[in-house]
């Protein structure tokens, strides 16, 4: 509206310099001249002026859009960053589950071998008492052979080795049988003659 006015104020200053003209006054055209020119002036000042503002106008878009761009952008980083997250997430969540399963395999195991070292403990007491009451008993029968056959055995020998001595009752004899190389009755009847029949 403002560029209107002025190429109104243009024409209209023509038809004056057109009239100052025709008129031949010099004082008047030279008026004319200066406002024209004042006028010229003025029109490339307001051109700068606006051809600045377009330019900035210009830059602002520009910036604008490339804050836009930067934001979409940041924000598809942000995407892959929270779908990452999600699969790291989802990955945990799996190793967790996997580890508590094993976690409770393992706890399992360990009330198992806990019971199994109960029962063992419970077998070993049973055995120490069984141990208490027959060794005991084992050593009263071997005291009761020895008084009968008057035979005292070597224990710490090899189990086809039959070794000992028979105290007599003038003499001691000493006892090496070979089980592998005889037939057991004869052993027995070996064994036997060394006891003595008079009670």
């Not at 080795?161 to 089980?179: E, F, M, Q, R, W």
Request: glycine share 4%.
């Amino acid at each position: 509206m403002a560029q209107g006015r002025k190429f109104q104020d243009l024409e209209e200053t023509g038809e004056a310099l057109v009239a100052f003209i025709n008129s031949s006054q010099p004082v008047i055209l030279r008026r004319v001249k200066d406002e024209h020119q004042s006028l010229f002036d003025q029109h490339v000042e307001t051109k700068k002026i606006v051809t600045q503002i377009l330019k900035d106008m210009a830059q602002t878009e520009e910036s604008a859009g490339q804050r836009l761009l930067d934001m979409e952008e940041e924000k598809k980083q942000r995407e892959n960053e929270l779908a990452n997250l999600g699969e790291q997430l989802r990955q945990c969540t799996a190793k967790s589950q996997i580890t508590d399963s094993e976690l409770q395999f393992l706890q399992r195991e360990l009330e198992s071998l806990r019971n199994t070292e109960h029962e063992l403990q419970s077998l070993q007491n049973e055995v120490d008492e069984d141990t208490t009451e027959v060794i005991p008993s084992a050593v009263y029968v071997a005291q009761v052979y020895y008084l009968i056959t008057k035979i005292k055995w070597e224990y710490n020998t090899p189990a086809n080795i039959l070794k000992g001595v028979h105290y007599g009752a003038d003499l001691a004899t000493p006892i090496n049988i070979d089980t592998s190389m005889r037939p057991r009755s004869d052993i027995s009847d070996q064994l036997w003659d060394f006891v003595s029949t008079e009670w």
